[in-house]
């Protein structure tokens, strides 16, 4: 019996959009610790990716950040030992915890949202037109393909 044959003639899209999305989450990281925030890691991310400036439910930022409510517990329980977050009782519902940023916590998602900024206007400068085209058929597939 034959061997099926797997092999592409170049890596597929699915393949570029993963390895893109990890370098970018790394340099987050990088630009970060580079900034004097060196208690800043990798996970972290899905929290910076998804809280804003109000105070949300753990479970909220989950869904939102494509995790599970235990992994995002975990990230937040960690950021509130790092003083970049709080956790408060929900007055809607005392089981319930709502996380918003500390002072410093703003701080440094300030400076991460900043550098995401200075990236897409680099972006643009570089690739002009593409690059508006490329983000065009990112949120179509996004749109086309939601998590379930």
Known sequence: ????????????????????????????????????????????????????????????LAARAGITKQSMGEVVRELVELGICRMEPDPDDRRAKLVSFTDHG????????????????????TFGDDYETARQVLEWVAEEFPRG
């Open 1 to 60: 019996m034959s061997r099926p044959n797997l092999a592409l003639d170049r890596t597929p899209l699915i393949g570029l959009v993963e390895k893109a999305a990890r370098a970018l989450e790394a340099d987050m990281v990088r630009k970060a610790r580079d900034s004097g925030y060196t208690e800043v890691r990798l996970a972290h991310n899905a929290v910076f990716g998804v809280l804003g400036t109000q105070a949300e439910r753990t479970s909220d």
């Open 106 to 125: 703003l701080e440094v998602a300030a400076q991460g949202r900043k550098h995401l900024r200075d990236l897409e206007r680099r972006y643009a400068r």
